[in-house]
């Protein structure tokens, strides 16, 4: 280990192996809580289920926690096509729960490289409606 | 040189045991006496109105084979899962006049004919292909479910009040289940569209 490089290289092994369990909870998450429904690739079900590469989910970022918290029971427009049936609240997902859900959405189904950190979902839970 | 005939040995043995595509397809379930012959398991005859509140019942069904499943409407497990394969389903047949899609509620209460219907137009159903079938006693459909294998009760601990079992069923034009697969799972439902290829095969292949 006398040569610098090996260290850097042994930095470079160790965050390429982080880089991989990054959005290890949020995937397992999405699986119990959200793929039922919104299906395994996010893209729902017909006129059913909203997919997730929306307008509205763009367009509704700042709520993301409430709506996975609280769920939805209005009628919502989404890719110019309206959905009514209600989505169920999940009231047990922590905050650092809903943090890691909403990663694993932004960065692997929808593949918009973008960090939500636990302050921004604390902020936004705090403003909820419901 | 050896070692290549050890090779050769080997890839001829596991070519020779490999699983033969089956060229039938079984019947599923226990085999009756009745009057003193074997007869297959077959689905009880059975009336319910569709979506359109048209009367749905075995002899209409009797010139087809259908693809049957169990679910609910305000469903939140495994239902949307199982609604997307019966969607694949129906894209591929969409076409073929000899088989239709049939999806019985199992909760009567809430899901009326008309909801029913807005629920089939929303999942872009062909009304006239694939049924959403209703029937007003509970454990008719619980009974019905039985006899397709599928497990139904009411639960109130259940996601939803009911707990079923996600199978879609594949059943000839003389009432008997031939295949299924677990309509959660996309891999299973592929295997199934092969199974329904065999049984349209052996339908068309079968005088009268």
Known sequence: MKHPASYIIIILISLSSCELDTYKQGERLYGVHCESCHMKDGSGLAKLIPPLESDYYKNNRDQLSCIIRYGLKDSILVNDEWYEQEMPRNKDLSEIEIVNIINYMDNVLLKDERFTTLKDVKAQLENCDN | ?208
Request: glycine share 6%.
């Open chain 2, 1 to 208: 040189m050896n070692k290549y005939i050890y090779w050769i040995a080997i890839l001829g043995f596991l070519y020779s045991c490999g699983p033969e595509a089956p060229t039938t397809l079984p019947y599923i379930g226990k085999k009756k006496m009745v009057d003193g012959v074997e007869v297959n398991h077959k689905i009880p005859a059975f009336e319910m109105l569709n979506q359109d509140s048209m009367v749905i019942n075995n002899e209409s069904l009797s010139d087809y084979i259908y693809v049957a499943d169990f679910f609910f409407m305000s469903c939140p497990s495994i239902c949307p899962k199982v609604k997307k394969q019966m969607m694949r389903i129906n894209e591929k047949y969409a076409d073929n006049p000899k088989i239709k899609l049939i999806s019985h509620t199992l909760d009567p209460k809430r899901d009326s004919v008309d909801r029913l219907k807005q629920y089939a137009t929303n999942l872009g159903a062909d009304h006239d292909k694939w049924y959403f079938l209703r029937h007003e006693d509970k454990d008719v459909i619980f009974e019905l479910a039985n006899e397709y294998f599928v497990v139904a009760y009411e639960d109130p601990d259940a996601p939803g009040g009911f707990d079923h079992s996600g199978k879609i069923l594949l059943i000839d034009q003389k009432g008997h289940v031939r295949s299924f697969a677990e309509g959660t799972e996309e891999e299973s439902v592929t295997k199934f569209l092969d199974d329904i290829d065999l049984l349209l095969k052996e339908v068309s292949e079968t005088p009268g």
